[in-house]
């Protein structure tokens, strides 16, 4: 909710949320980043197009 209304932060978060998907290995991080990345997605659909490409490649790579 917070962040719908500062999408100005998002060029940060979407980069931690996206290297905690890297790290797969760590099921508590990476469900953490899950979750992360599902309610940023959810409550910034306005916002979040510019970051729909490294999200998608993402987490392609890491769910292949």
């Excluded at 979750?35 to 769910?63: F, R, W």
Aim: glycine share 4%; with cysteine.
């Amino acid at each position: 909710e917070w962040i719908n209304c500062h999408p100005e932060y998002l060029s940060c978060v979407i980069p931690l949320i996206l290297q905690g998907l890297q790290g797969l290995q760590n099921s508590e991080i990476a469900e953490s980043a899950t979750m992360s990345l599902k309610d940023v997605t959810a409550e910034n659909l306005d916002h979040i197009q510019p970051y729909a490409p490294q999200i998608l490649g993402t987490c392609q790579v890491q769910y292949q």
